[in-house]
T-cell receptor, first 117, second 116 residues
Framework: DAGVTQSPTHLIKTRGQQVTLRCSPK?????VSWYQQALGQGPQFIFQ???????QRGNFPDRFSGHQFPNYSSELNVNALLLGDSALYLC????????????????FGAGSRLTVL | AQSVTQLDSQVPVFEEAPVELRCNYS??????LFWYVQYPNQGLQLLLK??????LVKSINGFEAEFNKSQTSFHLRKPSVHISDTAEYFC??????????????FGQGTTLQVKP
């Protein structure tokens, strides 16, 4: 049973460029959340997608956008890259159903490490 | 707003010694609490969780954590650590009243360094 897969694993961009990161959720999961983890920090919530719509959003500028496809996979797009966008970007999947259960717990991928020069 | 404070940024300990990693949270509503572990150059792995029921939760590899509502704490303990436990540990809280745990608030992390 494949877990959460992310691509690419590493990439280097320059300031002002745009980047797209991809995520395939764990089999059976329908919800994808994205987190940014700066070096030496805890992950910070960017947004969550469920049923192809953004359901929740953290405190990130509009330069950060996303998309969820009918097969539940997701993309994270960052425009006009800044040096401060350098981080590990983590994708996590879960089941969006309620009420709370063990199935709602997040499963994380290994991340995409973005370096902005 | 909810927040999580991990009181120790680094915890050095000798192999086979006990360890406690401290976590305090602030929230005005019922919470769901988690500990995640991150090994170098890897993503986060769920170590254990408190959703409801017994306040003492245990993992399969010997870790345990106790939810203390009055002290708003969720400290992680292990009676005897191994070299392989060396990693970064993150405490997280989700207090979304809808039961959706997609949005987690993480602490800054605690580096557990187990020495031989």
């Amino acid at each position: 049973d494949a877990g959460v897969t992310q691509s690419p694993t590493h990439l280097i961009k320059t300031r002002g460029q745009q980047v797209t990161l991809r995520c395939s959720p764990k089999s059976g999961h329908d919800t994808v959340s994205w987190y940014q983890q700066a070096l030496g920090q805890g992950p910070q919530f960017i947004f969550q997608y469920y049923e192809e719509e953004e359901r929740q959003r953290g405190n990130f500028p509009d330069r950060f956008s996303g998309h969820q496809f009918p097969n539940y996979s997701s993309e994270l797009n960052v425009n006009a890259l800044l040096l401060g966008d350098s981080a590990l970007y983590l994708c996590a999947s879960s089941l969006g159903r309620r009420p709370i259960s063990g199935a709602n717990v997040l499963t994380f991928g290994a991340g995409s490490r973005l370096t902005v020069l | 707003a909810q927040s999580v404070t991990q009181l120790d940024s680094q915890v050095p300990v000798f192999e086979e010694a006990p360890v406690e990693l401290r976590c305090n949270y602030s929230s005005s509503v019922s919470v769901y609490l988690f500990w995640y572990v991150q090994y170098p150059n890897q993503g986060l792995q769920l170590l254990l969780k408190y959703l409801s029921g017994s306040t003492l939760v245990k993992s399969i590899n010997g870790f345990e954590a106790e939810f203390n509502k009055s002290q708003t704490s969720f400290h992680l303990r292990k009676p005897s650590v191994h070299i392989s436990d060396t990693a970064e540990y993150f405490c997280a809280v989700s207090d979304d009243g809808s039961g959706n745990t997609g949005k987690l608030i993480f602490g800054q992390g605690t580096t557990l360094q187990v020495k031989p």
